[in-house]
């Protein structure tokens, strides 16, 4: 089978092209709720872990921490086998992936959002308090829309990120692009050819978002 005479057969891939299409869809529908549930639960986050109030930073640190230092890979597994224990609901593969890969995008996120806030000169704090503003219209409209362009291409990144986290799904057997190559691989015996088609189909897709990304930091770059 292997070896340097391998002959690829790629069209007993490309014969199942509306299995890998199904699976790209799974892959698409699970990215767009992990990554808005993900960025937009970080930015709610980030911004309580730089409260004044003892009691609503600490909480915000603690659900960091937790969901920081444990693989994303074991949230999915948990939430799949475990947490059905414990709640009176079915989980099915589809919401752990969406719980795992979402809870992770929002700690990592949060301290994304929470070190651009960190980033602005304290005399934009000052200047917005001399003129009347409290803490949340200062956060609001001055701090955040300023930020939040230094913060785009670490939070792309991160949207980046979460699309790749998406094969983690196939362990819970959710229907993503690699659980349905694994599908073709299984019953076709070419797992070289099906695992490659998937490499390139994710290589297709991320490359000119890496490159925009790019180009994104070198016109901050320079309008900073």
Do not use: H
């Amino acid at each position: 089978m292997g070896g340097i005479g391998y002959e690829w057969d790629f069209a007993s891939v490309f014969a199942y092209w509306d299995v890998l299409l199904a699976g790209l869809e799974g892959t698409l529908s699970l990215f767009a709720v992990c990554v808005v549930l993900g960025l937009g639960g970080g930015l709610v986050v980030g911004t309580l872990r730089y409260a004044r109030n003892r009691a609503i930073r600490l909480p915000a640190s603690a659900f960091v921490e937790v969901f920081r230092n444990i693989p994303v890979l074991v949230q999915i597994i948990w939430f799949y086998f475990a947490f059905p224990i414990i709640v009176p609901f079915e989980v099915s593969p589809y919401m752990a992936a969406v719980l795992g890969i979402s809870l992770n995008t929002m700690a990592f996120s949060a301290e994304i959002f929470r070190g651009g806030i960190q980033s602005m000169e304290p005399g934009q704090w000052e200047a917005a308090k001399a003129i009347g503003m409290t803490y949340n219209q200062t956060l609001r409209r001055v701090i955040l829309p300023q930020a939040i362009k230094r913060m785009l291409p670490a939070l792309t990144n991160r949207g980046i990120e979460v699309f790749k986290m998406s094969t983690l799904a196939s362990i819970v057997a959710y229907v993503e692009t690699l659980q349905q190559a694994k599908l073709i691989a299984s019953l076709e015996y070419n797992p070289i050819e099906s695992y490659t088609v998937v490499a390139l189909l994710f290589f297709v897709i991320l490359y000119p978002i890496v490159q925009a990304t790019y180009a994104l930091e070198r016109r901050f770059g320079k309008s900073d």
